[in-house]
Protein backbone atom coordinates (compact mmCIF):
# COMPACT_ATOMS: atom_id res chain seq x y z
CA UNK A 1 0.00 0.00 0.00
CA UNK A 2 2.97 2.27 0.33
CA UNK A 3 4.93 3.01 -2.39
CA UNK A 4 8.68 3.07 -1.55
CA UNK A 5 10.50 5.96 -1.47
CA UNK A 6 13.89 5.02 -1.89
CA UNK A 7 15.69 2.56 -3.03
CA UNK A 8 17.32 0.24 0.07
CA UNK A 9 19.67 -1.41 -2.99
CA UNK A 10 23.33 -0.52 -4.04
CA UNK A 11 22.32 0.96 -7.33
CA UNK A 12 25.53 0.65 -9.35
CA UNK A 13 25.10 -3.23 -8.64
CA UNK A 14 22.28 -3.81 -9.98
CA UNK A 15 22.55 -4.63 -13.59
CA UNK A 16 21.49 -7.60 -14.33
CA UNK A 17 19.42 -7.43 -17.37
CA UNK A 18 16.71 -9.42 -18.60
CA UNK A 19 17.60 -11.50 -20.76
CA UNK A 20 16.41 -11.12 -24.03
CA UNK A 21 14.80 -13.83 -26.27
CA UNK A 22 15.30 -15.59 -28.93
CA UNK A 23 13.33 -13.68 -31.89
CA UNK A 24 11.29 -16.81 -32.69
CA UNK A 25 10.01 -16.61 -28.82
CA UNK A 26 8.01 -13.37 -29.32
CA UNK A 27 4.50 -15.26 -30.66
CA UNK A 28 2.51 -12.08 -29.90
CA UNK A 29 4.51 -9.61 -31.38
CA UNK A 30 2.94 -6.48 -33.21
CA UNK A 31 0.24 -6.77 -30.03
CA UNK A 32 -0.47 -3.72 -27.98
CA UNK A 33 -1.61 -3.63 -23.91
CA UNK A 34 -2.91 -0.77 -21.29
CA UNK A 35 -1.30 -0.96 -18.17
CA UNK A 36 -2.67 1.32 -14.95
CA UNK A 37 -0.27 1.49 -11.95
CA UNK A 38 0.46 3.69 -9.01
CA UNK A 39 3.19 6.45 -10.02
CA UNK A 40 5.83 6.72 -10.31
CA UNK A 41 7.09 3.45 -12.67
CA UNK A 42 10.85 3.35 -14.34
CA UNK A 43 10.14 4.89 -17.56
CA UNK A 44 12.55 2.08 -19.21
CA UNK A 45 9.70 -0.64 -18.42
CA UNK A 46 8.04 -0.42 -21.70
CA UNK A 47 10.58 -0.28 -24.10
CA UNK A 48 12.43 -3.66 -21.91
CA UNK A 49 9.13 -5.46 -22.25
CA UNK A 50 8.35 -4.69 -25.90
CA UNK A 51 12.78 -5.44 -26.46
CA UNK A 52 11.19 -9.09 -25.25
CA UNK A 53 8.28 -9.89 -26.48
CA UNK A 54 7.79 -7.35 -29.01
CA UNK A 55 4.11 -6.40 -27.11
CA UNK A 56 3.90 -2.68 -27.31
CA UNK A 57 3.25 -1.02 -23.62
CA UNK A 58 1.01 1.95 -22.77
CA UNK A 59 2.08 2.29 -19.51
CA UNK A 60 -0.51 4.35 -17.99
CA UNK A 61 -0.09 6.00 -14.21
CA UNK A 62 -2.11 7.84 -11.65
CA UNK A 63 -1.29 8.62 -7.66
CA UNK A 64 -2.41 5.47 -5.73
CA UNK A 65 -5.60 6.98 -3.94
CA UNK A 66 -7.01 7.78 -7.66
CA UNK A 67 -6.52 4.62 -8.98
CA UNK A 68 -9.55 2.52 -6.82
CA UNK A 69 -12.66 4.81 -7.88
CA UNK A 70 -11.24 4.72 -11.43
CA UNK A 71 -11.08 0.53 -11.52
CA UNK A 72 -14.50 0.75 -10.04
CA UNK A 73 -16.19 3.07 -12.07
CA UNK A 74 -15.00 1.24 -15.19
CA UNK A 75 -15.82 -2.16 -13.74
CA UNK A 76 -19.21 -1.29 -12.68
CA UNK A 77 -19.69 0.40 -16.21
CA UNK A 78 -18.55 -3.37 -17.70
CA UNK A 79 -15.32 -1.35 -19.36
CA UNK A 80 -12.07 -2.38 -19.29
CA UNK A 81 -9.77 0.29 -17.30
CA UNK A 82 -6.99 -1.63 -18.46
CA UNK A 83 -4.93 -4.76 -19.98
CA UNK A 84 -3.70 -5.30 -16.75
CA UNK A 85 -4.17 -3.07 -13.40
CA UNK A 86 -3.05 -2.16 -10.13
CA UNK A 87 -4.62 -4.77 -7.30
CA UNK A 88 -4.46 -3.89 -3.89
CA UNK A 89 -4.49 -6.11 -0.95
CA UNK A 90 -7.30 -4.58 0.99
CA UNK A 91 -9.43 -4.48 -1.94
CA UNK A 92 -9.42 -8.21 -2.35
CA UNK A 93 -12.73 -8.57 -0.74
CA UNK A 94 -14.68 -6.19 -2.49
CA UNK A 95 -13.06 -7.41 -6.05
CA UNK A 96 -13.99 -10.80 -5.92
CA UNK A 97 -17.28 -10.61 -3.97
CA UNK A 98 -17.71 -8.38 -7.86
CA UNK A 99 -16.21 -11.24 -9.98
CA UNK A 100 -14.37 -8.75 -11.58
CA UNK A 101 -11.11 -10.35 -12.41
CA UNK A 102 -9.59 -13.36 -13.88
CA UNK A 103 -8.28 -16.30 -11.76
CA UNK A 104 -4.58 -16.60 -12.92
CA UNK A 105 -3.75 -20.38 -11.24
CA UNK A 106 -4.29 -22.07 -14.78
CA UNK A 107 -1.43 -19.50 -16.30
CA UNK A 108 0.92 -18.79 -13.38
CA UNK A 109 2.72 -21.90 -12.40
CA UNK A 110 3.03 -23.88 -8.67
CA UNK A 111 7.03 -22.59 -8.08
CA UNK A 112 5.71 -18.54 -8.79
CA UNK A 113 3.16 -18.89 -6.44
CA UNK A 114 5.47 -21.09 -3.75
CA UNK A 115 8.19 -18.26 -4.44
CA UNK A 116 5.81 -15.36 -3.98
CA UNK A 117 4.74 -16.32 -0.37
CA UNK A 118 1.90 -13.39 -0.51
CA UNK A 119 -0.12 -14.68 -3.19
CA UNK A 120 -2.03 -16.49 -0.71
CA UNK A 121 -3.03 -12.46 0.57
CA UNK A 122 -4.60 -12.48 -3.02
CA UNK A 123 -6.06 -16.40 -3.28
CA UNK A 124 -10.09 -16.41 -2.68
CA UNK A 125 -12.09 -19.81 -2.54
CA UNK A 126 -8.64 -21.12 -4.55
CA UNK A 127 -8.58 -18.42 -7.01
CA UNK A 128 -4.99 -16.40 -7.27
CA UNK A 129 -6.83 -13.39 -8.50
CA UNK A 130 -3.17 -10.97 -8.80
CA UNK A 131 0.21 -11.73 -8.72
CA UNK A 132 2.28 -9.68 -5.90
CA UNK A 133 5.08 -7.45 -7.53
CA UNK A 134 5.76 -5.00 -4.42
CA UNK A 135 6.29 -6.37 -0.73
CA UNK A 136 5.16 -4.68 2.21
CA UNK A 137 5.00 -5.96 5.43
CA UNK A 138 5.85 -4.92 8.98
CA UNK A 139 9.10 -5.54 10.67
CA UNK A 140 10.31 -3.46 13.67
CA UNK A 141 12.93 -0.45 13.49
CA UNK A 142 15.18 0.10 15.88
CA UNK A 143 18.41 2.66 16.47
CA UNK A 144 21.18 0.26 17.27
CA UNK A 145 23.11 3.17 18.24
CA UNK A 146 20.61 3.89 21.53
CA UNK A 147 20.63 0.22 22.27
CA UNK A 148 24.67 0.27 22.25
CA UNK A 149 24.98 3.15 23.66
CA UNK A 150 22.11 2.47 26.61
CA UNK A 151 24.34 -1.58 26.99
CA UNK A 152 21.73 -3.69 25.63
CA UNK A 153 23.72 -6.29 23.10
CA UNK A 154 21.09 -8.27 22.18
CA UNK A 155 17.75 -7.97 20.36
CA UNK A 156 14.78 -8.24 22.09
CA UNK A 157 12.74 -11.33 21.09
CA UNK A 158 9.80 -11.10 23.07
CA UNK A 159 7.41 -7.94 24.44
CA UNK A 160 8.59 -8.38 27.94
CA UNK A 161 12.21 -8.13 26.55
CA UNK A 162 11.33 -4.94 23.97
CA UNK A 163 9.62 -3.32 26.76
CA UNK A 164 13.01 -3.50 29.50
CA UNK A 165 15.25 -2.25 26.70
CA UNK A 166 12.77 0.31 26.03
CA UNK A 167 12.92 1.52 30.00
CA UNK A 168 16.90 1.17 30.16
CA UNK A 169 16.60 3.59 27.24
CA UNK A 170 14.71 5.93 29.07
CA UNK A 171 16.61 5.33 32.17
CA UNK A 172 19.90 6.21 30.73
CA UNK A 173 18.12 9.39 29.03
CA UNK A 174 19.21 8.43 25.67
CA UNK A 175 15.53 9.27 24.35
CA UNK A 176 12.71 10.58 26.64
CA UNK A 177 9.68 8.59 24.50
CA UNK A 178 11.73 5.50 22.80
CA UNK A 179 8.91 3.65 21.30
CA UNK A 180 7.64 5.26 18.16
CA UNK A 181 3.62 4.13 18.25
CA UNK A 182 0.99 6.40 16.29
CA UNK A 183 -2.33 6.88 18.17
CA UNK A 184 -4.39 8.87 15.69
CA UNK A 185 -7.26 8.31 14.36
CA UNK A 186 -5.19 7.04 10.72
CA UNK A 187 -4.40 4.00 8.86
CA UNK A 188 -0.92 3.47 10.75
CA UNK A 189 -2.69 3.23 14.40
CA UNK A 190 -5.15 0.69 12.68
CA UNK A 191 -1.98 -1.26 11.21
CA UNK A 192 0.08 -1.38 14.68
CA UNK A 193 -2.71 -2.73 16.68
CA UNK A 194 -3.11 -5.61 14.21
CA UNK A 195 0.37 -6.03 14.21
CA UNK A 196 0.36 -6.47 18.16
CA UNK A 197 -2.73 -8.69 17.77
CA UNK A 198 -0.78 -11.41 16.13
CA UNK A 199 2.40 -10.52 18.61
CA UNK A 200 -0.14 -11.53 21.31
CA UNK A 201 -0.67 -14.93 19.44
CA UNK A 202 -4.23 -13.83 18.19
CA UNK A 203 -6.37 -13.12 15.29
CA UNK A 204 -9.17 -10.29 14.37
CA UNK A 205 -11.61 -12.67 13.24
CA UNK A 206 -12.39 -16.27 13.43
CA UNK A 207 -13.08 -17.96 10.09
CA UNK A 208 -17.06 -16.15 9.87
CA UNK A 209 -16.11 -13.25 11.17
CA UNK A 210 -17.44 -12.79 14.58
CA UNK A 211 -14.48 -10.60 16.79
CA UNK A 212 -11.76 -12.23 18.66
CA UNK A 213 -10.92 -9.05 20.13
CA UNK A 214 -13.61 -8.22 23.03
CA UNK A 215 -12.96 -10.77 25.97
CA UNK A 216 -9.95 -9.34 28.52
CA UNK A 217 -8.06 -12.81 26.96
CA UNK A 218 -7.66 -12.22 23.63
CA UNK A 219 -4.96 -11.22 21.48
CA UNK A 220 -6.37 -7.89 20.80
CA UNK A 221 -7.48 -7.39 23.80
CA UNK A 222 -4.16 -7.52 24.99
CA UNK A 223 -2.50 -5.75 22.58
CA UNK A 224 -4.75 -1.56 23.22
CA UNK A 225 -4.13 -2.61 26.80
CA UNK A 226 -0.20 -3.18 25.82
CA UNK A 227 0.00 0.38 24.19
CA UNK A 228 -2.22 2.25 26.76
CA UNK A 229 0.30 0.91 29.53
CA UNK A 230 3.53 1.77 26.73
CA UNK A 231 1.80 5.32 27.23
CA UNK A 232 1.18 5.55 30.58
CA UNK A 233 4.90 4.22 31.87
CA UNK A 234 6.06 7.14 29.81
CA UNK A 235 7.72 4.80 26.77
CA UNK A 236 5.45 6.57 24.24
CA UNK A 237 5.04 10.44 23.98
CA UNK A 238 1.61 11.53 24.63
CA UNK A 239 1.82 14.15 21.92
CA UNK A 240 1.38 10.84 19.24
CA UNK A 241 -2.50 10.80 20.03
CA UNK A 242 -2.14 13.61 17.19
CA UNK A 243 0.13 12.22 14.79
CA UNK A 244 0.88 10.11 11.84
CA UNK A 245 2.85 7.04 11.39
CA UNK A 246 4.32 8.84 8.71
CA UNK A 247 5.24 12.09 11.09
CA UNK A 248 6.68 9.50 14.23
CA UNK A 249 9.18 7.84 11.08
CA UNK A 250 10.06 10.95 9.42
CA UNK A 251 9.88 13.75 12.47
CA UNK A 252 10.83 11.35 15.46
CA UNK A 253 12.81 8.05 14.66
CA UNK A 254 14.56 10.06 11.86
CA UNK A 255 15.70 12.64 13.77
CA UNK A 256 17.26 10.25 16.98
CA UNK A 257 14.33 11.17 19.22
CA UNK A 258 12.77 7.68 19.73
CA UNK A 259 14.77 4.46 19.07
CA UNK A 260 11.96 1.98 18.11
CA UNK A 261 9.58 2.05 15.59
CA UNK A 262 6.61 -1.03 16.68
CA UNK A 263 5.42 -1.32 13.20
CA UNK A 264 7.81 -0.63 11.02
CA UNK A 265 8.27 -0.11 7.10
CA UNK A 266 11.17 -1.92 5.03
CA UNK A 267 10.85 0.45 2.14
CA UNK A 268 11.87 3.20 5.03
CA UNK A 269 14.99 1.68 6.06
CA UNK A 270 17.29 3.24 2.73
CA UNK A 271 15.49 6.95 3.84
CA UNK A 272 16.35 6.17 7.12
CA UNK A 273 19.78 5.74 6.02
CA UNK A 274 20.77 8.57 3.79
CA UNK A 275 22.74 11.25 5.48
CA UNK A 276 20.28 13.74 3.38
CA UNK A 277 17.43 12.87 4.44
CA UNK A 278 17.90 11.68 8.00
CA UNK A 279 20.09 12.58 10.98
CA UNK A 280 20.05 8.81 12.22
CA UNK A 281 22.16 6.99 9.03
CA UNK A 282 23.83 4.32 9.89
CA UNK A 283 22.14 3.47 12.58
CA UNK A 284 18.77 2.28 11.64
CA UNK A 285 18.04 -1.31 11.42
CA UNK A 286 15.38 -3.95 10.95
CA UNK A 287 14.59 -6.81 13.45
CA UNK A 288 12.81 -9.84 13.51
CA UNK A 289 8.78 -8.66 15.61
CA UNK A 290 8.97 -9.40 19.15
CA UNK A 291 5.98 -11.29 20.15
CA UNK A 292 4.68 -12.51 23.40
CA UNK A 293 5.97 -16.21 22.61
CA UNK A 294 8.89 -15.05 20.98
CA UNK A 295 8.24 -16.66 17.79
CA UNK A 296 7.97 -14.09 15.43
CA UNK A 297 5.11 -13.08 12.92
CA UNK A 298 4.07 -10.39 10.74
CA UNK A 299 1.50 -9.68 8.23
CA UNK A 300 1.56 -8.28 4.19
CA UNK A 301 -0.24 -5.58 2.94
CA UNK A 302 1.42 -5.94 -1.14
CA UNK A 303 0.33 -4.73 -4.21
CA UNK A 304 -0.64 -6.62 -7.50
CA UNK A 305 -1.11 -7.02 -11.03
CA UNK A 306 -4.13 -8.33 -12.45
CA UNK A 307 -6.27 -8.76 -15.47
CA UNK A 308 -9.32 -7.44 -15.98
CA UNK A 309 -12.47 -10.03 -17.29
CA UNK A 310 -13.28 -7.73 -19.40
CA UNK A 311 -9.79 -6.64 -20.90
CA UNK A 312 -9.41 -7.50 -24.71
CA UNK A 313 -5.91 -8.49 -24.89
CA UNK A 314 -5.30 -11.43 -21.98
CA UNK A 315 -2.46 -13.55 -23.62
CA UNK A 316 -0.19 -10.46 -24.05
CA UNK A 317 -1.66 -9.39 -20.75
CA UNK A 318 -0.31 -12.58 -18.82
CA UNK A 319 3.08 -12.50 -20.46
CA UNK A 320 3.35 -8.69 -18.60
CA UNK A 321 2.25 -10.03 -15.81
CA UNK A 322 4.27 -12.97 -15.84
CA UNK A 323 7.35 -11.00 -17.07
CA UNK A 324 7.04 -8.06 -14.18
CA UNK A 325 6.78 -10.52 -11.68
CA UNK A 326 9.81 -12.75 -13.07
CA UNK A 327 13.22 -13.15 -10.78
CA UNK A 328 14.96 -11.22 -12.91
CA UNK A 329 12.68 -7.99 -13.30
CA UNK A 330 12.22 -8.04 -9.64
CA UNK A 331 15.95 -8.14 -8.93
CA UNK A 332 16.30 -5.28 -11.03
CA UNK A 333 13.17 -3.21 -10.34
CA UNK A 334 14.37 -3.32 -6.67
CA UNK A 335 16.89 -0.05 -7.62
CA UNK A 336 13.40 1.63 -8.42
CA UNK A 337 12.30 1.10 -4.64
CA UNK A 338 9.96 -2.10 -5.42
CA UNK A 339 10.97 -5.17 -2.56
CA UNK A 340 10.83 -7.99 -3.89
CA UNK A 341 7.99 -10.26 -3.20
CA UNK A 342 9.98 -13.40 -4.64
CA UNK A 343 11.67 -15.09 -1.54
CA UNK A 344 14.20 -16.43 -4.51
CA UNK A 345 14.36 -12.76 -5.42
CA UNK A 346 15.19 -10.97 -1.87
CA UNK A 347 17.53 -13.87 -1.39
CA UNK A 348 19.92 -12.95 -4.49
CA UNK A 349 19.64 -9.48 -3.63
CA UNK A 350 20.72 -10.00 0.22
CA UNK A 351 23.64 -12.58 -0.62
CA UNK A 352 25.00 -10.15 -2.89
CA UNK A 353 25.14 -7.26 -0.67
CA UNK A 354 22.44 -5.06 -2.07
CA UNK A 355 19.80 -4.92 0.97
CA UNK A 356 20.04 -3.39 3.81
CA UNK A 357 19.28 -5.18 6.94
CA UNK A 358 18.83 -8.11 4.39
CA UNK A 359 18.95 -11.42 6.55
CA UNK A 360 16.00 -9.87 8.57
CA UNK A 361 13.87 -9.38 5.54
CA UNK A 362 14.56 -12.21 3.84
CA UNK A 363 13.57 -13.97 7.49
CA UNK A 364 10.22 -11.91 7.77
CA UNK A 365 9.16 -11.99 4.76
CA UNK A 366 8.85 -16.07 4.98
CA UNK A 367 6.58 -15.32 8.43
CA UNK A 368 4.07 -12.76 6.44
CA UNK A 369 0.69 -13.73 6.76
CA UNK A 370 -2.55 -12.29 5.22
CA UNK A 371 -4.49 -9.98 7.67
CA UNK A 372 -7.53 -12.12 7.01
CA UNK A 373 -7.01 -15.31 6.47
CA UNK A 374 -10.00 -16.08 4.61
CA UNK A 375 -9.85 -12.91 2.58
CA UNK A 376 -9.57 -9.25 2.94
CA UNK A 377 -13.85 -8.40 3.41
CA UNK A 378 -15.46 -5.89 1.41
CA UNK A 379 -16.15 -3.51 4.79
CA UNK A 380 -12.58 -3.38 5.60
CA UNK A 381 -12.56 0.60 5.08
CA UNK A 382 -15.10 1.19 7.78
CA UNK A 383 -13.16 -1.50 10.61
CA UNK A 384 -9.79 0.23 10.18
CA UNK A 385 -11.38 3.61 10.64
CA UNK A 386 -13.37 2.05 13.66
CA UNK A 387 -10.18 0.57 15.22
CA UNK A 388 -8.16 3.61 14.94
CA UNK A 389 -10.90 5.83 16.04
CA UNK A 390 -11.27 3.67 19.04
CA UNK A 391 -7.37 3.38 19.89
CA UNK A 392 -7.75 7.20 19.74
CA UNK A 393 -10.70 7.50 21.74
CA UNK A 394 -8.64 5.15 24.51
CA UNK A 395 -5.40 7.01 24.38
CA UNK A 396 -7.17 9.73 25.17
CA UNK A 397 -8.05 8.20 28.10
CA UNK A 398 -12.02 8.78 26.93
CA UNK A 399 -12.26 4.96 26.91
CA UNK A 400 -11.57 1.90 28.50
CA UNK A 401 -9.95 -0.84 26.44
CA UNK A 402 -13.24 -2.87 27.17
CA UNK A 403 -15.23 0.31 25.66
CA UNK A 404 -13.10 0.32 22.96
CA UNK A 405 -13.17 -3.14 22.14
CA UNK A 406 -16.90 -2.93 22.01
CA UNK A 407 -17.17 -0.12 19.73
CA UNK A 408 -14.89 -1.52 16.92
CA UNK A 409 -17.05 -4.87 17.20
CA UNK A 410 -20.03 -2.71 17.00
CA UNK A 411 -18.88 -1.18 13.91
CA UNK A 412 -17.48 -4.34 11.92
CA UNK A 413 -20.99 -5.78 12.71
CA UNK A 414 -22.87 -2.78 10.68
CA UNK A 415 -19.83 -2.54 8.37
CA UNK A 416 -20.72 -6.50 7.77
CA UNK A 417 -24.98 -5.42 7.33
CA UNK A 418 -24.58 -3.01 4.80
Do not use: C
Not at 42 to 68: C, K, Y
Not at 148 to 154: L, R
Request: charged share 20%; no cysteine; glycine share 6%.
Amino acid sequence: MHKFTLPFVALAALVAAVPALAQDAKPLAGQSITVLMPSPQAPNIPGDFEAETGIHVNMQTLSWDDIRPKLVTSLIAGTAPADVTEFDWSWTGQFSAADWYLPLNNVIDADTVKDIGVSKIFTVNGNLLGVPYTNDFRVMLINKKHFADAGITTMPKTLDELVAAAKQIKEKKIATYPIGLPLSPTEGASTSWYLLTKAFGGELFDKDFKPLFVSKDSAGYKALAFELMLLKEGLVDPASTGLKDSQINESMFAQGVTSIMISGEPGRIGQMNDPKQSKVAGQVEAILVPTASGETRSFGLPEALAIPRVSQNREAAIAFVKWFTSKDFQKKNAANGALPTRTSALSELNAAGQLLSGDTLVAQSKTVEPLFPQGTPPWYPEFSSAVNTAINSAAKGQVSVDQAMQNIAEAAKQAMAQ
